[in-house]
């Protein structure tokens, strides 16, 4: 069964970039999308956005000029980078991958609080 | 955009019915996947494609879609379903998936 781990700093101050990898193992990284989530304290699920090894990343709109996502299917890895962080992206970060049908989302990880604070 | 509307709490007794709506303009036209969040926890998908239960969730979850509304309802209704629950869709213009706001379920 595939497992997701996230993994990042949990503090990044305002103005700088947040990183986040997404470590897949129990399964392949190839085929699938993998999308990233997050949920800001007493809020709800945003879609952030999604890559796979075989096509352009989506990203959502309101953060589509901030972001980059990327596969390295060397190391069975998926990342994420935000700039120009503020307060406003403190969330907990989900990794997901889609289901290779109707497009939801069929495995999670556990999530990485990540707080913008200086 | 496409918006998903779902109230923000429910709350039933412990061996009653909980029906979680999750509105959106015709939303009867697209495929609806329910999520169950815990704190702490992953996520964990309870219904897929409207109304298919992945293997490893009880039958007491299912899934209905029609009109404007789609609907998870739980039955026989236990202390651990006490959960947030969220719709999400998959919106093919610009393959993006949107989630609703999420209903926080209260056994009582």
């Known amino acids: 069964q595939v497992q997701l781990r996230e993994s990042g700093p949990g503090l990044v101050r305002p103005s700088e970039t947040l990183s986040l990898t997404c470590t897949v193992s129990?399964?392949?990284?190839?085929?699938?999308?993998w999308s990233w989530i997050r949920q800001p304290p007493g809020k709800g699920l945003e879609w952030i956005g999604h890559?796979?090894?075989?096509?352009?990343?989506n990203y959502s709109a309101s953060l589509k000029s901030r972001l980059t996502m990327s596969v390295d299917r060397s190391r069975n890895q998926v990342s994420l980078s935000l700039t120009s962080v503020t307060a406003a992206d403190t969330a907990i970060y989900f990794c997901?991958?889609?289901?290779?049908?109707?497009?939801?989302?069929?495995?999670w990880g556990l999530g990485t609080l990540v707080t913008v604070s200086a | 955009s496409y918006v998903l509307t779902q109230p923000p709490s429910v709350s039933v007794a412990p061996g009653q019915t909980a029906r979680l709506t999750c509105g959106g303009d015709n939303i009867q036209t697209k495929m609806v996947h329910w999520y169950q969040l815990r704190p702490g926890q992953a996520p964990v998908r309870v219904i897929y494609d409207d109304a298919d239960r992945p293997s490893g969730v009880p039958d007491r979850f299912s899934g209905s879609n029609s009109g404007d509304t789609a609907t998870l309802t739980i039955s026989r209704v236990e202390a651990g379903d006490e959960a947030d629950y969220y719709c999400q869709v998959w919106l093919v213009t610009d393959n993006h998936r949107v989630f609703g706001g999420g209903t926080k379920l209260t056994v009582l």
């Open positions: 997901a991958r889609d289901s290779l049908r109707s497009h939801h989302f069929d495995s």
């Open positions: 129990g399964g392949p990284i190839s085929t699938y999308f």
């Open positions: 890559v796979s090894t075989s096509g352009s990343p």
